[in-house]
């Protein structure tokens, strides 16, 4: 899980919480739990000029009651299911103000990809994920 503490900038004129900045945190937490079993979000590139990356496949999502400036809120991810080729997540926002107050929930899965840094206009091209990746995982949830 991450915390975040709502600004003014991630507001409309009424002090609510933009939808894309729940999507924002999300990935954020998401990239958190990449850094800690020390898995890089971007691969980096082969001799082909190609890499990795984890592309959104469906997100589903309720929003259960809105956040406001200065809130604070917390993102709790965790793993829901492990695919050849993709990770469904389970995803919860609280917010933390004064009790842990139930904002948002849902799950979105994210498919593993090597894409061409070359010829941006190529489409990625799913992969199985690697073993490397898988046994991070599985040491990091023991």
């Given at each position: 899980?991450?915390?975040?503490?709502?600004?003014?900038?991630?507001?409309d004129?009424?002090?609510?919480?933009?939808?894309?900045?729940?999507?924002?945190?999300?990935?954020?937490?998401?990239?958190?739990?990449?850094?800690?079993i020390?898995?890089?979000?971007?691969?980096?590139?082969?001799?082909?000029?190609?890499?990795?990356?984890?592309?959104?496949?469906?997100?589903?999502?309720?929003?259960?009651?809105?956040?406001?400036?200065?809130?604070?809120?917390?993102?709790?991810?965790?793993?829901?299911?492990?695919?050849?080729?993709?990770?469904?997540?389970?995803?919860?926002?609280?917010?933390?103000?004064?009790?842990?107050?139930?904002?948002?929930?849902?799950?979105?899965?994210?498919?593993?990809?090597?894409?061409?840094?070359?010829?941006l206009?190529?489409?990625?091209?799913?992969?199985?994920?690697?073993?490397?990746?898988?046994?991070?995982?599985?040491?990091?949830?023991?």
């Amino acid at each position: 899980s991450k915390t975040f503490d709502v600004r003014l900038n991630e507001t409309d004129l009424g002090g609510i919480v933009h939808h894309s900045n729940y999507f924002h945190w999300i990935e954020e937490t998401e990239y958190s739990f990449f850094e800690s079993i020390g898995e890089p979000v971007i691969g980096e590139l082969d001799e082909d000029f190609k890499g990795t990356g984890w592309p959104r496949a469906e997100i589903n999502i309720k929003f259960v009651k809105p956040l406001r400036f200065r809130d604070t809120v917390r993102v709790d991810l965790s793993i829901k299911k492990i695919r050849s080729a993709g990770i469904i997540y389970s995803v919860e926002m609280y917010r933390l103000n004064t009790e842990a107050e139930l904002i948002l929930k849902g799950q979105y899965s994210a498919i593993c990809c090597r894409y061409s840094a070359v010829s941006l206009a190529s489409n990625p091209e799913v992969m199985p994920i690697p073993d490397s990746f898988l046994e991070k995982i599985c040491t990091h949830n023991t």
